[in-house]
């Protein structure tokens, strides 16, 4: 899922750890590998729920010596989600590596106990001040729809029925059900969490969305050559007031904001919070296919799938992707190549409509996506939109 500034949200569950012996501890390791690659290239967060450690699922202390050694510079600042001695891989990070990778924005510990509070109280002085501010205690999963999408997340049922013991120790029964009042009705200015024809229709017909019109145009002009542009976030208030604005229809000058990052932010934020996904749940299924296709064939592939779009999602990606391929031939400056922007692309453009994507989903996504980057002009070069 994402946290409410758009970061990807990786999560570990302790409780989904089977005993030691039964654990192939180096599968394991490489697994850890293989999922932080998906994402520390960019801003991210980790959800860490501890419930669920015990002494017979702890790896040994062996192992995490090993562990230590895999996890390069390139992962420093990950390596505490391994699942024992929390605190004690917190500290080895913090003395062993004092410029670790800043990628990791937060660190939010779920259901944590006495011990660990009182362990990081003790070691907390020695600590580096900056990692120690990205980490958060939170005693209930309710806790969490502060920070990201709660609704997006995998929560094991194990954790969810301790959250529930939980209150009802502290409350003598189960909190009462909040009554959700119904969904207000959208703005006429609405440009966030509406549809694509909510916005045309409200626009005088107009196929591109005003939002990402003025985004992309104000990218062009300023950000083409900007380092790692889209790969870092911005202030989540920000974000948030720029928000405000649009969907109150009032104008937005990015020029007051000096910060490159902010439109960028808000032009992801705008693809992820359409009810359906630019590319549509229809298309999920089928771009999920495209790592099975023949190497030869997959731009043509690509191209069958894209003319199978309705006519305004075509045009509003063909938009998009035409100035994600701009932004591609500048990489020797700004280091975001095709299969960097997939990367923070790919699941903001497609996701599936029940549930999470799941891990395997992430290269084919991320390979379709840099396909339609890389042959932006071969593959939409077929399919002429009145009005376009």
């Known amino acids: 899922g994402d946290d409410n500034s758009g970061r990807k949200v990786i999560t570990f569950s302790c409780c989904r750890m089977p005993p030691s012996h039964q654990l192939n501890h180096t599968r394991l390791l490489e697994y850890l590998k ?25 790896p040994s202390l062996k192992w ?27 500290l080895t990070i913090s003395f062993s590596f004092p410029r670790y990778k800043k990628n990791l924005k937060a660190l939010y510990v779920v259901h944590p106990t006495n011990f660990i509070k009182i362990l990081w109280n003790i070691f907390k002085p020695l600590i580096s001040h900056k990692f120690g501010k990205k980490v958060t205690y939170l005693n209930y999963l309710s806790d969490l729809r502060e920070h990201l999408k709660y609704d997006q997340l995998n929560i094991p049922q194990e954790v969810i029925r301790h959250d529930e013991n939980l209150r009802r120790k502290q409350k003598g029964k189960l909190p009462p059900v909040v009554k959700v009042p119904p969904p207000r009705p959208p ?38 050559r900007v380092e790692g542009l889209f790969r870092r976030s911005a202030n989540i208030q920000t974000i948030k007031d720029v928000q405000k604005l649009y969907n109150q229809g009032k104008s937005v000058n990015f020029d007051d904001y000096h910060d490159i990052h ?22 999920y299924d089928h771009v999920l296919g495209i790592t099975s296709v023949e190497s030869s064939l997959r731009v043509t592939r690509c191209k069958q799938i894209i003319q199978g779009l309705p006519e305004h999602n075509y045009v509003v990606l063909k938009y998009l ?5 701009m932004v591609s031939q500048e990489s020797i400056y700004n280091r975001m190549t095709a299969s960097s922007l997939a990367c923070v692309f790919g ?42």
């Open 321 to 325: 992707i035409c100035f994600l391929h």
């Open 34 to 58: 293989y999922t932080l690659d998906q994402y520390v290239e960019n801003d991210y967060t980790v959800v860490y729920f501890h419930y669920g450690l015990k002494s017979l699922n702890k």
């Open 187 to 224: 703005l006429p200015t609405q440009q966030f969490g509406v549809s694509l024809q909510y916005i045309k229709d409200k626009n005088k017909d107009e196929l591109i969305p005003p939002v990402m019109k003025e985004t992309v145009s104000y990218l062009k002009r300023r950000g083409l």
């Open 262 to 283: 902010i439109p960028a932010v808000i032009l992801k934020t705008f693809l992820r919070e359409l009810p359906q996904p630019l590319l549509t749940f229809e298309c």
């Open 64 to 90: 995490l010596q090993t562990a230590y050694k895999e996890f390069d510079r390139k992962y420093v600042a990950k390596i505490f989600i391994l699942p024992s001695m929390l605190f004690n891989s917190l």
């Open 347 to 388: 699941l903001n453009l497609i996701w599936p409509s029940k549930g999470t994507v799941s891990l395997s989903a992430l290269v084919p996504l991320n390979l379709f996506t840099e396909l339609l980057i890389d042959f932006y002009m071969n593959i939409f070069n077929a399919r002429t939109v009145l009005g376009e």
